[in-house]
T-cell receptor, first 111, second 114 residues
Framework: NAGVTQTPKFRVLKTGQSMTLLCAQDMNHEYMYWYRQDPGMGLRLIHYSVGEGTTAKGEVPDGYNVSRLKKQNFLLGLESAAPSQTSVYFC??????????FGPGTRLTVL | AQSVTQLGSHVSVSEGALVLLRCNYSSSVPPYLFWYVQYPNQGLQLLLKYTTGATLVKGINGFEAEFKKSETSFHLTKPSAHMSDAAEYFCAVTWMDSSYKLIFGSGTRLLVRP
């Protein structure tokens, strides 16, 4: 039981490049979330999903897109990366409101 | 709108001393409250949670927190700090009918002096 996994762990992009972050969970959770963590700001919600085929915007969605084609996977895309998107990205999943399980994070640097 | 405030971005205690990390929330509906811990270069791990029932909740590693509705607080305590408690701690709130989206405080870094 791997829990929540994230791929890749590290990535460096140039401004304007695109990339996709993959989150996978093997706990059969309905809810999945993408957060970004910046110093002194805690974690902020980017997008989330309440089930396969559904997505919704969180607090800071601009510049990101997501897809949930399979229940176990939640993809976060950056179409044209900007330096302001340099951050640590965390994926989480939840069966209900009782607890969110977090992945180990992806450290992204945009030059 | 719901929000979370953590007083003190850094808290320093001596090993063996009481740990008190403060969290206040703003919510117009009954909240679910959480404390998470993050060790360097790792993800977040749940320490404890309050959803319903007993307002004093106990978590892992000897931590506990008390939900005080009248004070809109959920402070985290531990009677005796250990060096291994040094980490960053996040308070978070969610609620029903929100798709359980978590709103986090800005975090408190706990330093433990030998």
């Amino acid at each position: 039981n791997a829990g929540v996994t994230q791929t890749p762990k590290f990535r460096v992009l140039k401004t304007g490049q695109s990339m996709t972050l993959l989150c996978a969970q093997d706990m059969n959770h309905e809810y999945m979330y993408w957060y970004r963590q910046d110093p002194g700001m805690g974690l902020r919600l980017i997008h989330y999903s309440v089930g396969e085929g559904t997505t919704a915007k969180g607090e800071v969605p601009d510049g990101y897109n997501v897809s949930r084609l399979k229940k176990q996977n939640f993809l976060l895309g950056l179409e044209s990366a900007a330096p302001s998107q340099t951050s640590v990205y965390f994926c989480a999943s939840s069966l209900s409101g009782n607890e969110q399980f977090f992945g180990p994070g992806t450290r992204l640097t945009v030059l | 709108a719901q929000s979370v405030t953590q007083l003190g971005s850094h808290v320093s205690v001596s090993e063996g001393a009481l740990v008190l990390l403060r969290c206040n929330y703003s919510s117009s509906v009954p909240p679910y409250l959480f404390w998470y811990v993050q060790y360097p270069n790792q993800g977040l791990q749940l320490l404890l949670k309050y959803t319903t029932g007993a307002t004093l909740v106990k978590g892992i590693n000897g931590f506990e927190a008390e939900f005080k509705k009248s004070e809109t607080s959920f402070h985290l305590t531990k009677p005796s700090a250990h060096m291994s408690d040094a980490a960053e701690y996040f308070c978070a709130v969610t609620w029903m009918d929100s798709s359980y989206k978590l709103i986090f405080g800005s975090g408190t870094r706990l330093l433990v002096r030998p």
